[in-house]
């Protein structure tokens, strides 16, 4: 089965000498305010609706109404239908609840998105270092590591992530969602890792399947 991730940005993180620009920034503090970190000074971004929009690690929330905007209609478009939003789970998320950023992002898209619920129902069985330190990406892995809530009702799944890097915990995620006996084709992130950047600009992330294309380290 595929699995198609819709990304709001890119990450930079270019290889060589390849130097920043304001929008490879504006993107990296979007999403730093997304998790929750402080960023220096502020951001001025469009909301998908047109207004422009200031957000400082003060005042994030206009960082969180763009994401809700965009996360919410792109949920409805997916599956009008409804469905689980369900948060892949941050490394030192060990029970069903401990996750308090990713359940921020998941709740803010189903504010945007009647007929969506949220599902905390993921969380990993022991804490093993963050992929960003040398933790380990490969879903075979992973899978021996995290543990699902099965006694939810089966639904439509979208899966919520922060970034998006190899696609590794994305696939985990769905793999276990999927044996639990929902159905998971898309995830949602605010960004992709890209290493160089996109020509049409670093808000212009394509669509992978990562099931059958997956990201790069």
């Known amino acids: ?21 304001g929008s490879d920034h ?24 047109g207004p422009w929009v200031r957000f400082t690690t003060e005042t994030p929330q206009p960082a969180f109404d763009i994401w809700s905007e965009w996360a919410g209609a792109l949920a ?5 239908g409804g469905g689980l939003i369900v948060p892949v789970p941050s490394s030192d998320c060990l029970a069903i609840g ?6 921020k992002l998941a709740d803010h898209v189903a504010l945007r998105a009647p007929g969506f619920t949220v599902a905390e ?3 990993w069985e022991e ?8 933790g380990p990406r490969d879903p075979g ?8 809530e099965d006694a939810l009702p089966k ?25 639990a006996g929902h159905r998971v084709r898309f995830a949602i992130c605010a960004a992709s890792t890209v290493k160089t950047r996109p020509e049409r600009g670093i808000f212009t992330i394509a669509t992978r399947d990562l099931e059958a294309d997956p990201l790069e380290l």
């Open 26 to 49: 504006d993107a990296h503090m979007f999403v730093q305010t997304l998790k929750g970190r402080a960023i220096n000074g502020y951001v001025t971004l469009r909301k998908p609706s």
């Open 98 to 103: 401990a996750d308090a950023k990713g359940k």
């Open 76 to 80: 409805l478009r997916l599956l009008p």
């Open 141 to 148: 892995i992973l899978f021996e590591n995290i543990r699902v």
């Open 127 to 134: 804490q093993w270092q963050k992929a960003s330190e040398g």
């Open 121 to 123: 129902a993921l969380h």
């Open 1 to 21: 089965m595929s699995l198609m991730v819709h990304s709001y940005c890119g990450y930079p993180s270019y290889e060589g000498l390849t130097a920043w620009n």
């Open 155 to 179: 639904h439509e799944v979208i899966l919520i992530d922060d970034v998006a890097t190899t696609g590794g915990h994305l696939i985990t995620a769905a793999r276990a969602m999927r044996w």
